[in-house]
């Protein structure tokens, strides 16, 4: 059974840094593309990141381009959000998520296992 366990979350000001860590187990983590999505209070679960297998494609959301950066290691079966810029519109409690086929795709909906998320919090 795939077990995603994230961490790296906590409470920083604007303009700070973070690195979120999503480790894999009970899957072979090379076959599975990738995604990180967040969920605010009173707000949807929404799409953030995502990286194909091999780690050479990588996608996303508007809002992040340019501050944020996904990245895998396949050796250590780990993905990771490197978050650089932070602005309180990016609080939320961010959620890795695995999916078990080639395509990669933005909606929560195609994705088969979820980490239990961390929580990020942005001071002004």
């Known amino acids: 059974q795939v077990q995603l366990v994230e961490s790296g979350g906590g409470l920083v000001q604007a303009g700070d840094s973070l690195r979120l860590s999503c480790a894999a187990s009970?899957?072979?983590?090379?076959?599975?593309?990738m995604g990180w999505f967040r969920q605010a209070p009173g707000k949807e679960r929404e799409f953030v990141a995502a990286?194909?297998?091999?780690?050479?494609?990588?996608y996303y959301t508007d809002s992040v381009k340019g501050r944020f950066t996904i990245s895998r290691d396949n050796a250590k079966n780990t993905v990771y959000l490197q978050m650089n810029s932070l602005k309180p519109e990016d609080t939320a409690v961010y959620y890795c998520?695995?999916?078990?086929?080639?395509?990669?795709?933005?909606?929560?909906?195609?994705?088969?296992?979820w980490g239990q998320g961390t929580q990020v919090t942005v001071s002004s």
């Open positions: 998520a695995a999916r078990g086929r080639i395509m990669v795709l933005t909606t929560s909906a195609g994705y088969d296992y």
């Open positions: 009970g899957c072979t983590f090379s076959s599975y593309t």
């Open positions: 990286i194909s297998r091999s780690g050479g494609n990588t």
